[in-house]
């Protein structure tokens, strides 16, 4: 059977030079990429040949006494980090799963919200069921939708609300409200917030593109509020920070709203506008669903979440 285009014949390829590629990439000189993985300078640099007779491209340049990656090479790094993350995870598949004994890793995307609302009870869990297990936590942003099935392949796990992605397995871990956050000395806000004053307001936002917004900037959009934004963050911690002292306001999650109150000397007003509540839910591609391992991850994240609720939270902020 004819091969299907733009799909490459893995009979005929030598994965051993996936491994050389991604040390290659990643050190930008020959000999200490040989060094990581075992090779000799004269045997990396071989295997650099062939890699460039594959791609038809230098891959690597020399700049004086040091290499560059070119073009392709730059836009081969992530896709060789997930390609060796994959091609490891396949064969370190085990038919079970000992949390207490294994020594696997895990790689969790999720959004600077999902961590510091949930990253503390996962840590906690981590080291109480599995000491040997590294779970790493990284940061994710608009591009991870852009090419959802890429970022779900490479990664165990994506935190991530409903209404971005589709048509992938996924778990609801929580939901959580939206709320006003304004500095807690707002010079013309008191207990409560109308409408219109909101209107009148400037804002904070995260994500503020036509491509990327939160579910709430996306409902608003849709009930046709408009409003000013003068400040746009691509993360929620350092929000309610930019919001003390002046006379902006922000939509921001309930639950970290109020983890973050004291700390950021603002206030957290019910939102006159109806918004639905965000679902945070745990995304992985269909290959990892029979896998004992992943499985295990998922249900220390499920565990994780019923948590929530029964963790003390300082609501001296809180109106």
Not at 16 to 30: F, G, K, P, R
Not at 109 to 137: C, F, H, T
Not at 259 to 267: H, K, N, S, Y
Request: glycine share 6%; hydrophobic share 45%.
């Amino acid at each position: 059977m004819a091969s299907m285009p733009g799909r490459v014949n893995l009979a005929g390829l030598d994965l051993n030079l996936l491994v050389a590629l991604n040390a290659l990439i990643e050190e930008q000189n020959v000999t200490r990429a040989g060094e990581r993985v075992g090779l000799t300078q004269p045997a990396m640099s071989a295997a650099l040949a062939r890699l460039r007779r594959h791609f038809g491209d230098e891959l690597m340049v020399r700049h004086g006494n040091r290499y560059e990656l070119t073009p392709l090479g730059v836009a081969l790094r992530h896709r060789t980090e997930m390609a060796v993350a994959a091609v490891e995870r396949v064969f370190g598949a085990q038919p079970d799963f000992d949390p207490l004994t294994a020594e696997r890793e895990f790689t969790v995307l999720l959004s600077d919200y999902a961590l510091m609302v949930l990253g503390p009870i996962v840590a906690n869990l981590l080291e109480e069921r599995a000491p040997g297990v590294r779970l790493r936590l990284e940061p994710h942003g608009p591009s991870v939708i852009d090419d959802a099935e890429t970022t779900l392949r490479g990664n165990d796990l994506l935190l991530l609300p409903h209404g971005f992605i589709s048509d992938y397995p996924s778990q609801d871990l929580y939901t959580d409200g939206w709320v006003c956050v304004l500095s807690a000395d707002h010079p013309t806000i008191g207990d409560s917030i109308s409408a219109e004053e909101l209107r009148s307001l400037p804002w904070v936002t995260q994500y503020h593109r036509p491509t990327a917004a939160t579910t709430a900037d996306r409902q608003l959009a849709l009930l046709g509020f408009e409003h000013r934004v003068d400040l746009v963050i691509e993360s929620f911690l350092p929000l309610p920070f930019l919001l003390s002292g002046t006379r902006r306001v922000a939509l921001l999650q309930r639950r970290l709203a109020e983890r973050l109150a004291a700390a950021a000397g603002v206030r957290i007003l019910p939102c006159p506008i109806e918004v639905t509540d965000l679902v945070e839910a745990a995304w992985w591609h269909p290959l990892h669903a029979a896998d004992p391992a992943h499985q295990w991850l998922r249900r220390l994240f499920a565990d994780a979440a019923a948590q929530l609720d029964i963790q003390p939270v300082d609501r001296e902020h809180v109106n």
